[in-house]
Nanobody, 127 residues
Framework: QVQLVESGGGLVQAGGSLRLSCAASGRTSSSYAMGWFRQAPGKERELVAAISGSGGTAYYTDSVKGRFTISRDNPKNTVYLQMNSLKPEDTAVYYC????????????????????WGQGTQVTVSS
């Protein structure tokens, strides 16, 4: 079982930047692919970005391509989400999640593909 704790959320103006961190503990391993999801009020939780266990492969949803960057530091058991050029529509609670596969895989966009979740961190982008 992996325990995940997110940090780095906050209030930022449109066009600004934030970096989210996800610290993992417990049975951590570089073989775990990781994902960042977000959920806005009244909307379903959606995958924003995912990264393979080695960090060599990343996936981004279309709306954040070119603005967000996912990375990981396996010796520190930490995954990051650098968010630049933020827009009001990026406002949501952001969650990190781990799945027991090293590859991102075909099902990486599914909430059900992940076995461990953090508590979430609020990101609010003002216009």
């Amino acid at each position: 079982q992996v325990q995940l704790v997110e940090s780095g959320g906050g209030l930022v103006q449109a066009g600004g930047s934030l970096r989210l961190s996800c610290a993992a503990s417990g049975r951590t391993s570089s073989s775990y692919a990781m994902g960042w999801f977000r959920q806005a009020p009244g909307k379903e939780r959606e995958l924003v970005a995912a990264i393979s266990g080695s960090g060599g492969t990343a996936y981004y949803t279309d709306s954040v391509k070119g603005r967000f960057t996912i990375s990981r530091d396996n010796p520190k058991n930490t995954v990051y989400l650098q968010m630049n050029s933020l827009k009001p529509e990026d406002t949501a609670v952001y969650y990190c999640a781990a799945r027991t596969h090293s590859n991102i895989g075909s099902y990486a966009t599914l909430v059900s593909a992940y076995t461990s979740w953090g508590q979430g961190t609020q990101v609010t982008v003002s216009s």
